[in-house]
């Protein structure tokens, strides 16, 4: 059905069941994606939140936009579904033949034609789109948060079109035919928009009090411009933040700087100036040079990449830009690369993620912003970066393993040498276990699924980290997974994500000059695991990983799938919490001893 | 000139060493002068020295022989 293996997920899946209720069925796009439930759920938001709800255009409006776009993407299965969409919604065939005919001709009002032909513009010609495009329609009688439905829903089919072309996902009705392509649309010379703000009206928002924007904060260390010209619909801000998250942050199927990649030589094949220069920054952050992003948004054959991660990007920026080129063989010649089915479906989703996001900066013109938190922070750490040249990650860099061998043995079938494997890494993956779930049962449990997910996917271990990372991070994923099916979840990227920003000491007594000698060794054991458990789940865990199991910077970041600046700044906060809670033990104060 | 804020926004890297010999300047021209941001410093080092020593969360690796012993259990099996 699609080029990628499939498992059984069930109605009870919360998109699927969903998607029943609202379609009827299940369509293939996201059957095909069901080895990776997560990216589901986060495409699920996304589609929930931009075409189903109705806000300032109907259903059916946005319904033309996805349908006419992806007519001339010329994606069959997009097209088949959303005329079936039509359907549904009560547009009679012979409207929609004429839709299909010329959209132009279909007796649409003056103003829904102009949105259409917008969107059409935006969605596959974008370098042409100004502000004129955009004002032109205000001038038409659209408001600022239709425009932006509209922007937002022209991205969301560019993301669909890449995303079932990707997956090879066939449609569930009969196909629609699309008729041979016209001459394509003139429309006038390419956009030399300087640096003149959105086009749309946005509201200012302040990180501290407004959740998506922290998470921004948070992961990126600011808040990217395109982000801020949506704040009219903050409950599509999160579903992106979240599709983001979920996407582009994980970094246990493909790492995060794998996907980075892909973000930047797609943006530079769709000439998307914005989207490279922010990735530019986010990969400058994680320590890469700037001259090595430069040569992969200009040519990645000639950057400093393994051969199998070339591969990755010539399959990314074909599926993006030359779709109708694309097919199987290009999914063949990843897995001839060694990729995993999961990480080719990464690859798809990002892929498509990235057009998503280039479509939507277009449409909104925003402009490259950087501004840091602080100027200080901005100079500090151009200063950090030059003093620890040789921390720098590197994809071609294979760390020594003192358990490659075990590995290797494992792998030839000695199934015992597993078990040396488990009670040398027991330990550690139960303190990883323990501080994500902060409950000694279930760390136990998920101490078990941990070790058979290593055992069943060792053959997919691919030595580009230490074992001792990837099964950590493994138990990481299996930990936040188990977080996230909790009810009234603890959520890592949920619990109030608020910017070290607004963190002021509140205890500023200061502590005797040897507080381990007030407790004994127990006293003092109980009481930081205490304090530790009371941190939200995404201090916690980064706590436990650092300061605990004392891993380094670098192997907390990718068994998280964060990035550095993000983890140092949850590190930091996480350890002046501990600071604040264990303060009025040490203190002189209450134990009388004179500060 | 660093305020507060901007002293505990640097203060892990200022703990690891991790700045540069001009801002480290900066922070402790601060510090000089500033009590509260003392008191947070030295505290948060000793915290730090207190979460590490605690051995938290640190289980014998016997504790763990039951859980080793049922997935290598189902792992034969599966084998089988």
């Known amino acids: 059905m699609s080029y990628l293996r499939e498992v059984e997920l069930g109605s009870s899946f919360p998109p699927f069941a969903t998607f029943l209720e609202e379609f009827g069925f299940v369509p293939h796009i996201f059957q095909a994606q069901t080895i990776l439930p997560r990216v589901i759920e986060a495409e699920a938001a996304l589609l929930a939140t931009i075409l189903l709800k109705e806000q300032a255009l109907s259903q059916i409006q946005k319904e033309y936009i996805v349908l006419t776009l992806a007519q001339a993407n010329r994606n069959v299965y997009c097209v088949t579904a959303h005329h079936q969409m039509l359907r549904l919604l009560g547009v009679p065939e012979q409207q929609l033949d004429r839709i299909f005919a010329d959209y132009a001709q279909a007796g649409l009002s003056a103003a829904d034609t102009d949105l259409l032909s ?30 932006l439905e509209a922007i937002l829903t022209t991205a969301l089919t560019n993301f669909l079109c890449t995303l079932s072309t990707g997956v090879g996902a066939a449609p569930e009705f009969t196909p629609r035919q699309i008729p041979a392509a016209g001459p394509s649309p003139l429309f006038g010379k390419p956009s030399s928009e300087g640096a003149s703000g959105s086009y749309l009206r946005a ?10 924007f922290a998470f921004f904060v948070d992961e990126f260390g600011f808040v990217p411009n395109v982000f801020r010209a949506q704040t009219l619909r903050p409950d599509i801000l999160e579903a992106e933040a979240s599709a983001i998250s979920m996407v582009l942050l994980t970094g246990d199927i493909l790492s995060r700087l794998q996907k980075e990649y892909i973000l930047l030589a797609v943006s530079a094949a769709n000439l998307n100036t ?44 074909k599926l993006a830009v030359q779709p109708s080129r694309f097919g199987r063989p290009d999914v063949e010649t990843l897995r001839h690369h060694g990729f995993t089915e999961e990480q080719v479906l990464e690859a798809v989703v990002m892929t498509s993620l990235t057009n998503f996001l280039n479509t939507l900066q277009i449409g909104l013109g925003a402009t490259p912003d950087f501004a840091p ?58 303190r990883t276990l323990v501080g994500i779930l902060g409950n000694d049962d279930e760390a136990r449990d998920a101490m078990q699924d941990t070790f058979l997910k290593a055992f069943q996917h060792l053959g997919e271990f691919q030595q580009r980290s230490k074992f001792s990372t990837w099964l950590v991070s493994i138990a990481s994923n299996t930990g936040l997974q188990r977080l996230r099916d909790r009810k009234h979840a603890e959520s890592l990227d949920e619990d109030g994500s608020v910017s070290e920003e607004g963190f002021r000491p509140r205890e500023v007594r200061a502590w005797t000059d040897d507080p381990e000698e007030l407790c004994s060794k127990a006293e003092i054991r109980a009481l930081v695991e205490n304090t530790v458990m009371k ?40 350890r002046l919490m501990v600071r604040e809670a264990l303060s009025p033990h040490f203190t002189g104060g209450t134990r009388g001893v004179a500060v | 000139m660093i305020s507060c804020a901007d002293f505990m926004a640097e ?32 505290s948060t080092r000793k915290t730090l020295k207190i979460v590490t020593d605690s051995g938290s969360f640190d289980l014998p690796e016997a504790a763990f022989k039951p859980i080793a012993e049922s997935i290598m259990a189902k792992i034969r099996g599966e084998r089988r």
Not at chain 1, 203 to 212: L, Q, S, T, V
């Open chain 1, 274 to 317: 914005y989207w490279v220069a922010v990735c530019g920054e986010l990969l400058r952050t994680s320590g890469v040079a700037a001259e090595d992003s430069d040569q992969i948004g200009a040519d990645h054959h000639q950057a400093r990449l393994a051969e199998a991660d070339k591969a990755l990007l010539d399959f990314a920026r």
């Open chain 1, 118 to 147: 917008f969107t059409l513009k935006l969605g596959t010609n974008g370098s042409f789109v100004s502000r004129e495009d955009v004002t032109g329609n205000l001038a038409h009688g659209w408001t600022d948060e239709s425009m």
């Open chain 2, 11 to 42: 203060i892990a890297n200022y703990l690891e060493g991790e700045v540069a010999a001009d801002v480290r300047l900066q922070l402790e021209n601060h510090l000089s002068h500033c009590q509260t941001c003392q008191v947070v410093l030295d």
């Open chain 1, 203 to 212: 509201i200012e928002r302040n990180p501290a009090d407004f959740p998506p």
């Open chain 1, 535 to 574: 941190l939200p789940a995404k201090y916690r865990v980064v706590v436990v990983l650092r300061d605990l199991e004392q891993l380094s910077i670098e192997e907390t970041a990718e068994a998280l799938g964060l990035g550095i600046p993000a983890l140092k700044a949850r590190h930091l906060r996480g």
């Open chain 1, 373 to 430: 938190r602080r100027l200080f922070l901005r100079d500090l750490s151009k200063i950090a970066h030059l003093s620890t040249p040789d921390r720098r990650p590197t994809l071609g860099e294979r760390p020594i393993d003192p358990d490659a061998e075990s590995v290797a043995k494992v792998r030839n079938g000695n199934l015992d040498v597993f078990e040396e494997l488990i009670n040398r890494h027991s330990r550690r993956v139960y």
